[in-house]
């Protein structure tokens, strides 16, 4: 896996992944940035949500289970002193579909957490990792 991250102006970069797709990364105003894109830092929470959520999804269909919509709404803690690495990250699922089954949705979230999501696993060495759920009928 490569990235290329390219200075554009001011502290605003292009970050481009191995696979070609371009994301606008900046800081924020108070340190120089012009609120051109993310932080580092939420893009950090942001992959971690979204590798779990492809587990979640993909353990779920692999269940036969009528998925239609998952929302990963995610609530991170830092570190006040440097490095200020995520102390805690709360994961929320929304996972609408019909007739969903209430263990097969803790157990695709679980399985995630505890066994497949590789940017979890990182984010625990640091954060205490926890989660809720709730399903909804589609």
């Known amino acids: 896996m490569k990235a290329r991250i390219k200075l554009v102006e001011g502290i605003t970069f ?3 992944s191995g696979s ?3 994301v606008v990364v900046d800081g924020a105003p108070d340190i120089g940035g012009k609120d051109l894109g993310a932080r ?10 979204a590798c779990s959520a492809i587990d979640v999804v ?7 289970q009528a998925i239609t ?3 990963v709404e995610l609530e991170g803690e830092r ?11 709360h994961f929320h699922y929304v996972v609408t579909g019909a007739s969903l089954a209430r263990p097969q949705v803790e157990r695709a979230i679980t399985l995630s957490k505890d066994k497949y999501c590789s940017a979890t696993a990182m984010m625990a060495k640091t954060a205490e990792i926890t989660f809720d759920y709730e399903i909804r009928e589609a």
Request: aromatic share 6%; glycine share 10%.
């Open 58 to 64: 993909l353990f779920l269909r692999k269940a036969r």
């Open 40 to 49: 580092p830092m939420e893009l950090v929470l942001m992959g971690t949500g």
């Open 20 to 22: 070609g797709h371009g």
């Open 14 to 16: 292009i970050a481009e």
């Open 79 to 89: 570190a006040a002193e440097n490095p200020k690495v995520f102390t805690r990250i």
């Open 69 to 71: 919509d998952c929302v």
